[in-house]
């Protein structure tokens, strides 16, 4: 008896070790070579968000230059189109990290831009928070 409770709780703590390394946010965007992979510790809200930016090829991290990642909201009835620039910087040899701050929840449409190779790549999505 006393075995099956030490089992059952190592089954517990490797399955809370697996969800404690989980993204909260993670959003994937394609282009028909890559897959840039938006990812954030919690989910996105008005005000600052920090998150994390990988480019993939074939499932391996590559490097890319002129990494950008723009987030629009289309212009509504009284409300002006909007536009969010996130800083992007690199975090390591191959992963980036971004910063935006958002004035409010709604759905947001999502642009990444990166050049490998001297050629421009874009993909887009959108989110809604």
């Not at 950008?68 to 992963?95: H, L, N, R, T």
């Not at 709604?106 to 050049?115: E, H, Y």
């Amino acid at each position: 008896m006393e075995a099956a409770m030490q089992n059952i709780l190592k089954i517990f703590l490797f399955v809370a070790l697996i969800f404690s390394q989980a993204s909260a946010f993670e959003k994937v965007l394609q282009t028909k070579e890559y897959e840039i992979i938006l990812s954030a510790p919690k989910n996105f809200t008005s005000g600052k968000n920090e998150f994390s930016v990988s480019i993939k090829q074939n499932g391996d991290e590559i490097e890319a230059s002129d990494v950008a990642v723009k987030f629009m909201m289309p212009e509504m009835p009284g409300m002006p189109k909007m536009s969010e620039d996130s800083q992007i910087s690199k975090d390591g040899e191959k992963a980036y990290k971004g910063v935006v701050h958002f004035p409010h929840g709604g759905t947001w449409q999502i642009r990444a831009s990166f050049k490998i190779d001297d050629k421009n790549y874009l993909a887009k999505g959108s989110i809604d928070f």
